[in-house]
C-alpha cells in the first residue's frame, strides 16, 4: 500500500537554528498538509498547499514557517528560526483531491529543540 | 470555529469486550475522520464519512449529521487496538481534532 514517508525520524537542533522536514507524498496525490503535535496536546494544523501555493494555514503558521514543493516529489516544511515551543511531532499528509477521499498521514517527525 | 470534542479521554476495557468511542463536533464540518495512533506516535487513517455508516473488520463508524455526533465502534477488542483514537472535522482544506481517546485493552 501506498505510504507517505517523512525523514528524519527524530531530529535534535539548538533554538534558533533553521530546520528543514521533508515529507515524500503518494505519487498520485495533489493536495500536502502538515499537522503538528505537541506532546500531550492535540494534533493541531498548519499548512495545507495544492498547485503550488497554500490552500490554508492556521495562526500557527506564522512568518518563521513556510513550504515548498522543489522537485515534484518532496514537500518540506521549514522552521527558519527554532524556539523551544516548536517541539513536536510534525506530521506531513497527503489526499488525492481535497480531503474529500481522505488523507494518508506520515510516521512522523519528532523535533526536539534545546 | 469548528469544534471537536470526544469522549471519554481514557478507556480501559478486558479484551473481548464491545467499545465506542463518541465525537460531538460543531458546524462547518464536510467530513468526519477518525484516526488512529499508535504508541510510537504513527498516525493511521482508520475512517472518512460524511453519512450513514463504515464498517472495517472489527471497526465501525457511524455519524448522525442532525446531532452532529459520530461514533467509533470496536467489537471483540483485543489488546492491540490499545492506542489513542482521535476524531477529527473540517474543511476539505484543513482538518480539527479532538484531544483524543487513550484505549487500554487487557488480556
Known amino acids: 500500500e501506498p505510504e507517505v514517508t517523512q525523514t528524519p525520524s527524530h531530529q535534535v537542533t539548538q533554538m534558533g537554528q533553521e530546520v528543514i522536514l521533508r515529507c515524500v507524498p503518494i505519487?498520485?496525490?495533489?493536495?500536502f498538509y502538515w499537522y503538528r503535535q505537541i506532546l500531550g496536546q492535540k494534533v493541531e494544523f498548519l499548512v495545507s498547499f495544492y498547485n503550488n501555493e497554500i490552500s490554508e494555514k492556521s495562526e500557527i503558521f506564522d512568518d518563521q514557517f513556510s513550504v515548498e514543493r522543489p522537485d515534484g516529489s518532496n514537500f518540506t516544511l521549514k522552521i527558519r528560526s527554532t524556539k523551544l515551543e516548536d517541539s513536536a511531532m510534525y506530521f506531513c499528509?497527503?489526499?488525492?483531491?481535497?480531503?474529500?477521499?481522505?488523507?494518508?498521514f506520515g510516521s512522523g517527525t519528532r523535533l526536539t529543540v534545546v | 470555529k469548528n469544534e471537536v470534542e470526544q469522549s471519554p479521554q481514557n478507556l480501559t476495557a478486558q479484551e473481548g469486550e464491545f467499545i465506542t468511542i463518541n465525537c460531538s463536533y460543531s458546524v462547518g464540518i464536510s467530513a468526519l475522520h477518525w484516526l488512529q495512533q499508535h504508541p510510537g506516535g504513527g498516525i493511521v487513517s482508520l475512517f472518512m464519512?460524511?453519512?450513514g455508516k463504515k464498517k472495517h473488520g472489527r471497526l465501525i463508524a457511524t455519524i448522525n449529521i442532525q446531532e452532529k455526533h459520530s461514533s467509533l465502534h470496536i467489537t471483540a477488542s483485543h489488546p492491540r487496538d490499545s492506542a489513542v483514537y482521535i476524531c477529527?472535522?473540517?474543511?476539505?482544506?484543513?482538518?480539527?481534532f479532538g484531544k483524543g481517546t487513550l484505549l487500554t485493552v487487557n488480556p
Open positions: 499528509a497527503s489526499s488525492v483531491a481535497d480531503g474529500t477521499y481522505g488523507y494518508t
Open positions: 477529527g472535522g473540517g474543511s476539505n482544506y484543513k482538518l480539527t
Open positions: 505519487s498520485n496525490h495533489l493536495y
Open positions: 464519512l460524511s453519512s
